[in-house]
């Protein structure tokens, strides 16, 4: 059974909450206070799997309440609740927040946002990882642009036009978002010069995917401590997440599939980026350890951090709420076989653009990164070659430009 604390100064909207989320009782043991002060009594002498807390509460407000969680209870997931005024506080703690749920909140979408939370668990089980993830320092949150053109999008009237200029009012956003569509990666015959255009050539999923990777790198790659080159990895996440949305195109998967492969390709090293900012040295001793024992660099995360890259980017993808086809692509994307079973998925495109990108240079084997038992199972083994000219065809679109 999970145990749930729910933390909130509004004794309405708490006794809301306790009788909203009373069908849960066989399910969860829930506990609820109305302070900061007395959300940490109980955590002293209650093992609990998530805390869900407000923002605004007198005393010790909900960024200083999940700052404590966060340094004494770090594997606890942390959830905000909080209204749309109380944009400073949220602020406060977004390295330290997993989740936001924004008032008025549906008790269907908090039982949905814990339940997925606390089910990542089970898919990557393991206490040690948990805690890795929950304590580190430097965790990027989910941008405030890339919520605001989700909630655009959930409107029927939102145009091109009006997520256009939402992008268009960052203007380093907008420079990088530019460079990236007017790169090889999308082949694209006439030069895009606004975010509307990019819009309408590319679709609204596909810039809110570019908006969503395009932040979380800034934010880390700001940390120049970080043994990693940076740019190395962006060509990287930009090829992959191309390449696999390339595929599941020739593949006929719907727009939907689609898009879920590209966002997943574009942060398919997000774990690493997050371990090698939130702990250099120890992973510069990995990368020590990978070119001395001539092993990839996941398995000497694996033995120096105990997880790799995988595991983290999933897990983090997990609990801020990203779709669960993306997560699964980007948390197995090296070794498919251990997702949900066969067919063509998210993660089966994921998989192709790595292992092609990396079997690239290997003239002997250009499927040596290519689990190829998993891709007969998945019936698209025999594609291979055609995928290959995909990406070729990539690459002879960035030399003419």
């Known amino acids: 059974m999970k145990h749930i604390l729910f933390v909130d100064d509004d004794a309405n909207l708490l006794s809301g909450l306790r009788r909203t989320m009373r069908e849960m009782k066989d399910e969860w043991h829930m506990d609820f206070t109305d302070s900061g002060e007395k959300a940490l009594q109980l955590m002293r002498s209650t093992s609990y799997d998530a805390i869900v807390s407000d923002m605004r509460m007198p005393g010790m407000n909900g960024a200083q309440l999940l700052r404590h969680v966060m340094e004494d209870y770090p594997n606890v997931i942390r959830i905000v609740l909080s209204g749309h005024a109380e944009k400073k506080l949220m602020l406060d ?208 995360e694996q033995e120096i951090l105990g997880h790799s890259q995988m595991a983290v980017g999933g897990y983090l993808l997990g609990l801020w709420g990203i779709a669960d086809p993306i997560v699964e692509a980007v948390a197995y994307y090296r070794f498919p076989m251990e997702s949900h079973g066969p067919g063509f998925w998210p993660v089966t495109a994921v998989h192709a653009a790595s292992g092609l990108l990396r079997s690239e240079k290997d003239a002997t084997d250009p499927t040596r990164h290519l689990d190829m038992k998993f891709l007969k199972g998945a019936g698209v083994d025999s594609h291979v070659e055609q995928w290959q000219d995909l990406m070729l065809q990539m690459r002879n679109t960035g030399t003419e430009k």
């Open 93 to 300: 703690c977004a390295s330290t927040v997993h989740q936001y749920l924004a008032k008025p909140c549906d008790a269907s979408q908090i039982r949905q946002t814990i339940n997925r939370a606390c089910e990542l668990r089970s898919l990557l089980d393991s206490d040690d990882l948990q805690k890795l993830v929950s304590g580190l320092n430097t965790i990027p949150s989910l941008p405030e642009l890339y919520l605001e053109i989700v909630e655009m999008m959930k409107s029927p009237d939102v145009s091109v036009k009006d997520v256009g200029e939402t992008i268009a009012r960052d203007i380093g956003m907008t420079v990088k978002i530019m460079q990236l569509v007017n790169s090889a990666f999308f082949g694209l015959k006439h030069r895009v010069n606004n975010p509307a255009d990019a819009v309408a050539l590319l679709g609204m999923e596909v810039l809110q995917a570019l908006v969503l990777t395009t932040s979380v790198f800034s934010e880390l790659e700001q940390f120049s401590e970080a043994p990693l080159d940076s740019a190395r990895l962006w060509l990287d996440a930009t090829e992959t997440g191309a390449l696999a949305r390339q595929i599941a195109v020739f593949e006929n998967m719907d727009s939907i599939a689609r898009e879920y492969a590209f966002m997943a390709g574009m942060l398919h090293a997000v774990g690493q980026l997050v371990l090698a900012v939130n702990m250099p040295q120890e992973y510069a001793d990995v990368i020590v350890l990978a070119k001395e024992k001539e092993i990839e660099i996941w398995q000497a």
